[in-house]
């Protein structure tokens, strides 16, 4: 342990603590722009700089560790005329209009502009040549809200193995953007917008999509359906300061209802449909990885699909052909559904509520289009469109009552609950998959080995007899490890989940930002809470998904859910002493 003194606050820290973490362990907060612990370390915007006794310039406490005796200033006049300084001249490259900025008000560099008191801006403005950047994309990049802070690179870098982003130009020129000068096109981004909410700026943000959906609200010829994703409930009510009662879906629910939607219904729903396909599916593939093949892979998550193709395409032909749960809910809206209400489908406009920026592409794909020949989804919008689409009705959610989803596509099981937490595909597939061999239930929390928020978890599991051999990994460079290993065979599964981003999609692209905080864990333990409180904790036992199955699908993997829930067909059939077991 090292003693050093801090602000005139003696503390013992480890020996390879950073000054950074000194001053927090003395209850001293440093101001900090560009660092990310243990991810960017690297002291480029000099906010954080602190005045050290016997050094004669002013050092970075982000990236200087502390020595003995150490006698550190935090706030002292020549610190706090550097830190003044070196904003304004972040800011002179800036572009400061605020008000119509999509971050405004969770703004790091904002905030300390006006915790600094810089108020106008003695520098110059800087102006620099940026490269247009197409709006249409999915992903969009604003360089001149850009500081160079490089968080987008390192995250993209090392948590997400993708490389997108790198520092291009010299001198007084240099920005971040695409790699190597190259178009957006030409590199392997999943999408999985991890560099959005790892931006202290607005520089990084999602294609805006909702005056589209205004635009289909007020037409009267238009029926709108509206689909909420399993991790919405975990994190919706953040931006409004809810917690608790005052977070419930339903109040979400209610709010969509007064925008103007006109039917409001529950993605667990498809959540628990997609289990019943892909853990179908894996039956169909257990063969194939015990006799030492490759093992079958989720297709839940659209970065991990754009990544994995990109990557590893060896792989591709074992990655489950089930949609996601997503893309399975547009085409039973314009199919099943539609027929219910007695709707023409190409009058239903389909919006779907996701923590996902890719998700935003995947509607998008000329394959996904099967119940009507219209895109099975149309619209999505993240989280944080949502709560922008509340904010501009001028709705208070903590006034607004309770109110359900509509039926019978309401209906969700804990194990479509868990789909947006790490292990939560994997732990509902092998739930409704040990019915399906068995016939009866699995015990209460028979797989929660797979839960967790280490990047690559492995377990085995007894299934009747076999030995199912099964690993999960969140985030892409942890997938990027695992799927190396099996190709170099030094690892073998049976079954693999991956999620694109750190925690799953609790921790999702187009989730609230919360600057230097990661929330995946608490949001998924929010999920966990909602499956054990069940009614229904196996996707199988959703009362919906047997009427779905029982009056329109006919079975797991028939030749009409082979046609509107999956993207191909591997041209395998479930065993037949397996395809006539009940779903009840």
């Known amino acids: 342990m090292v003693e050093v003194t801090i ?79 070196n904003l304004e001249m972040l800011l002179s490259t800036h572009d400061s209009q605020c008000t119509s900025c999509v971050r405004s008000g969770n703004c790091t560099l904002q905030s300390l502009s006006n915790d600094l008191n810089v108020f106008y801006q003695d520098y110059p403005k800087l102006n620099v040549n940026y490269t247009p950047w197409d709006k249409t994309r999915a992903l969009i990049r604003t360089n ?31 920005v971040v953007n695409v790699r190597g000068g190259l178009s957006f096109e030409d590199v ?46 975990t994190a919706w009510a953040e931006s409004f300061g809810l917690s608790g009662a005052d977070a419930k879906l339903t109040r979400l629910v209610t709010a969509l209802r007064e925008i103007g ?10 959540a628990d449909l997609t289990i019943m396909e892909e853990g179908t599916e894996l039956l169909g593939h257990l063969p194939k990885s015990q006799a030492g093949g490759y093992p079958m892979f989720t297709s839940c998550c659209p970065g991990w699909v754009r990544y994995v193709k990109a990557h590893f395409p060896e792989l591709v032909d074992d990655v489950s052909t089930s949609k996601s749960p997503q893309q399975m809910f547009g085409a039973i809206v314009k199919s099943y559904y539609a027929e219910l209400l007695g709707l023409d489908p190409h009058k239903v406009f389909s919006v779907s509520i996701m923590p996902c920026v890719a998700k935003k592409a995947e509607c998008a794909y000329p394959t996904m289009n099967d119940a009507c020949g219209d895109p099975d989804v149309d619209v999505v919008l ?78 085995t599991f007894d299934l009747d007899g076999t030995s199912v051999r099964v690993a999960v990994a969140n985030g892409l460079a942890n997938a990027g490890k695992l799927c190396r290993a099996i190709l170099a065979g030094t690892v073998h599964y049976d079954f693999v989940e991956v999620m694109a981003c750190p925690g799953g999609c609790v921790g999702g692209g187009g989730q609230p930002i919360h600057d230097g905080r990661e929330l995946a864990g608490e ?9 054990r409180a069940s009614k229904w904790r196996n996707s199988y036992e959703n009362p919906s998904i047997v009427r779905v199955y029982k009056d329109y699908l006919g079975k797991p993997c028939s030749e009409r859910a082979e046609e509107l829930l999956h993207t191909d067909q591997h041209g395998w059939q479930m065993p037949a002493e397996r395809a006539g077991r009940s779903l009840g």
């Open 144 to 174: 001149s809200k850009c500081i160079a802070c490089h968080r987008c690179i390192q995250v993209c870098d090392k948590v997400q193995d993708s490389h997108v982003w790198d520092v291009t130009s010299r001198s007084s020129h240099t």
């Open 7 to 85: 602000d005139g606050r003696k503390v013992s820290v480890p020996d390879d603590a950073s000054i950074l973490d000194a001053a927090a362990a003395a209850g001293v907060k440093v101001p900090t722009l560009c660092y990310l612990k243990d991810l960017n370390e690297i002291g480029s915007c000099r906010v954080c700089v602190v005045e050290v006794e016997g050094i004669d310039q002013l050092v970075a406490s982000c990236n200087n560790t502390v020595l003995p005796g150490m006698v550190i200033h935090t706030n002292s006049p020549k610190v706090r005329r550097a830190r003044k300084m």
């Open 188 to 233: 392997d981004c999943t999408l999985c917008g991890q560099c959005i909410t790892h931006c202290p700026t607005g520089a990084l943000r999602e294609r805006d999509d909702t005056d589209r959906v205004y635009d289909a609200i007020a037409d009267p010829d238009v029926t709108t359906i509206v689909q909420i994703a399993p991790s919405i409930r």
């Open 261 to 270: 939607f006109d039917y409001v219904i529950n993605t667990d729903f498809s």
């Open 382 to 459: 993240t989280t944080r469109e949502v709560v922008r689409m509340v904010r501009a009705d001028h709705l208070d959610p903590a006034s607004l009552p309770d109110s359900d989803f509509d039926q019978p596509l309401g209906i969700g099981s804990g194990g479509g609950v868990i789909f947006g937490a790490t292990g939560g595909v994997m732990e509902a597939a092998l739930r409704t998959t040990h019915y399906l061999v068995t016939g009866h239930a699995p015990a209460d929390d028979m797989f929660s080995a797979v839960r967790g928020l280490d990047g690559w978890k492995e377990a």
């Open 523 to 531: 949001r998924g333990q929010k999920l966990y809470s909602l499956d």
